[in-house]
């Protein structure tokens, strides 16, 4: 079934969401799509979690060059959080590829970000999954109130999804999802479901976090993998 990641860009955030999430994402909204976190901020937000959930963290919205993007990734992993999101902007993909792979491969959990309102060519999976990622996501670069179902359909999300599956990466849709799109895409059966903007007071991704529009979206994504879970009971 899929879970819920929720991004939060504070420590309040994260006590709001806590016990609503199945993966707290720290990113800076205010600073783009991945838009990085002080470093001391994410290091007070693991503390504060102190194991209870999984933590993801964004690098920030590097151009692809190797050694400030793995430098980014070192510094971001040694906070103690779970999991690194890197983004795959414009740039020198294969070679920062080439230069994670042995952090990659040692342990460090890499998630790379895929973005579907690119005009770039997507790398085959396998390129992740042999350089030792942990997983894939989609998302949206631009936020301008179209979400991931604008520039993906259907049947191109199910083949990602398949296709980071037969890979063994971990595999994550986001990008302005709205409630309403929660049930479509849970019937992709992808891993986790990212939320910002629909987590947010009035769909605005760079207000605060509303409680009530987080137990909205958790609810909703609960409802409908009981629902696909009984259907495959029957």
Not at 227 to 232: D, E, N, Q, Y
């Amino acid at each position: 079934m899929s879970r819920l990641l929720a991004s939060v860009n504070s420590l309040q955030e994260t006590e709001l969401v806590l016990s609503l999430a199945d993966i707290i994402d720290l990113k800076n909204p205010a600073m783009g799509a991945l838009g990085a976190l002080p470093i001391e901020v994410i290091e007070q937000i693991v503390r504060y979690v102190d194991g209870r959930k999984p933590i993801s963290a964004t690098i920030g919205d590097l151009v692809m060059e190797p050694k400030p993007v793995l430098a980014a990734i070192q510094a971001v992993a040694a906070t103690g959080v779970d999991i690194v999101k890197v983004g795959m902007f414009a740039g020198e993909q294969l070679a920062c590829i080439e230069a994670i792979k042995p952090i990659a491969r040692s342990g460090t959990k890499v998630v790379a970000v895929l973005f579907a309102d690119s005009q770039q060519t997507f790398l085959p999976l396998e390129v992740f999954a042999e350089a030792g990622f942990y997983g894939v996501m989609q998302d949206t670069a631009i936020k301008n109130g179209s979400s991931l179902l604008d520039h993906q359909d259907l049947p191109e999300l199910r083949a990602f999804v398949q296709e980071a599956r037969a890979n063994d990466l971990i595999c994550g849709l986001a990008g302005s999802l709205r409630v309403s799109d929660i049930e479509t895409l849970a019937a992709l059966k992808p891993d986790y479901l990212g939320f910002r903007s629909a987590l947010c007071q009035n769909g605005n991704r760079t207000t605060t976090i509303s409680a009530t529009s987080a137990a909205a979206v958790q609810e909703m994504l609960f409802n409908c993998n009981m629902a696909l879970k009984g259907a495959l009971a029957v």
